[in-house]
């Protein structure tokens, strides 16, 4: 499938930029990955005894995975609700440079700020990557339309993984179950190595692997903070001896 | 599978707001609304960024060094060695994301089969 081209009648309508923004997620290997993560979600909420509804609403309203994660992993082992939120908020800082990088990529000198609300609610990572290659193809002022697609199609690839995902946890043997689980990690850091362009990138998601079992000793409740903030910095000081002091 | 399970009660959803939902999409809110006058590059966002990755590091690290649900019946050592054998793998196949989960997955699975 290729777009039509950018004078195409085809993009008259915002209705149709809006399809095309739909089918645009048979375009991308993320498409895969995301639906590998949400089955994991899914039946990670299974296993720790959330419901299903809350799995949804999780994804619909969030729409982070990392935070979703975050969010799941802390409540089930027994965090409260303070200390959730403070590693939740923590992990979605990142998201503010995306959405401010990505909404100029579709603003017009026309838009109001409450048109750009569910493209700014649907920025995450795969879409901030996918916007950067699939919106030079798209006028600009259809832009937002095709946005609102690409992300109503990514929202409903996950949600149905959710489903497929928590019935699975409920359902397979002991062997399987254990593999849906494992996509979440697998998923995660290879895309997540995979994004990492500077030295900074590979030090904090090795460094973050590696002190992570160290802070979990400490038992603070914030060990996920702990290991963090301090693989965070480290990596950031590796930056800075790399980069600023030269 | 019961109404409690698909379902659930209001204080989960609640919880979900105040600890998921408002903490994330703050930063969603503040890009909309002041996303004119940030210096994308500027240090103090390489910082943010560098502790963003280690956080999800470490929930990845969560995840397999205290596995949760069925993975608990997974040794240690084969879960280890599921994300290692995926890691060569990914870094093999010049950074294939589906190369890199397909083989931790059958590592992991063969590991289970072998062991009974």
Wanted: charged share 10%; proline share 4%.
């Amino acid at each position: 499938m290729a777009l039509p081209p950018l004078d195409s009648p085809q993009w008259q309508s915002s209705w149709r930029a809006f399809a095309w923004g739909v089918r645009s997620i048979t375009q991308t290997i993320l498409t895969l990955v995301l639906f590998a993560t949400y089955l994991g979600i899914g039946a990670l909420a299974h296993d720790t005894h959330f419901s299903l509804l809350w799995a949804l609403c999780s994804t619909l309203f969030v729409w982070a995975g990392p935070a979703q994660i975050i969010l799941i992993t802390t409540l089930g082992s027994g965090a409260t609700i303070i200390q959730s939120a403070i590693a939740v908020t923590v992990s979605a800082i990142r998201l503010f440079p995306m959405v401010v990088s990505v909404l100029p990529l579709m603003r017009t000198p026309t838009t109001k700020r409450r048109e750009l609300f569910f493209a700014a609610h649907l920025t995450a990572v795969t879409l901030w990557v996918e916007c950067h290659r699939f919106l030079p193809l798209v006028p600009r002022e259809r832009r937002i339309a095709f946005v609102n697609g690409l992300g109503f199609g990514l929202v409903s690839v996950c949600l149905t993984a959710n489903i497929v995902g928590y019935f699975l946890a409920a359902n397979l043997t002991q062997a399987l179950g254990a593999a849906i689980l494992l996509l979440t990690p697998l998923s995660f850091l290879f895309s997540t190595a995979r994004n990492s362009r500077e030295v900074a990138d590979v030090v904090a998601l090795a460094l973050g692997i590696l002190l992570y079992p160290l802070a979990a000793k400490m038992n603070s409740g914030l060990d996920i903070l702990v290991s963090g903030v301090a693989a965070g910095t480290i990596a950031y000081g590796v930056h800075w001896w790399r980069e600023v002091r030269a | 599978m019961n109404a409690a399970q698909l379902i659930g009660d209001w204080h989960a959803l609640v919880v979900l707001f105040v600890a998921g939902v408002v903490p994330n999409q703050i930063w969603r809110m503040l890009g909309l609304w002041f996303g004119g006058g940030i210096d994308e590059g500027s240090e103090l966002l390489v910082w943010v960024r560098a502790v963003a990755t280690a956080i999800l590091a470490g929930v990845i690290a969560q995840i397999v060094v205290q596995p949760p649900g069925a993975l608990a019946s997974v040794p240690d050592g084969l879960r280890y060695g599921a994300v290692a054998a995926g890691l060569v793998v990914f870094l093999l196949t010049r950074r294939s994301i589906f190369a890199g989960v397909v083989a931790g997955e059958v590592f992991m699975l063969a590991g289970k089969w072998w062991l009974g």
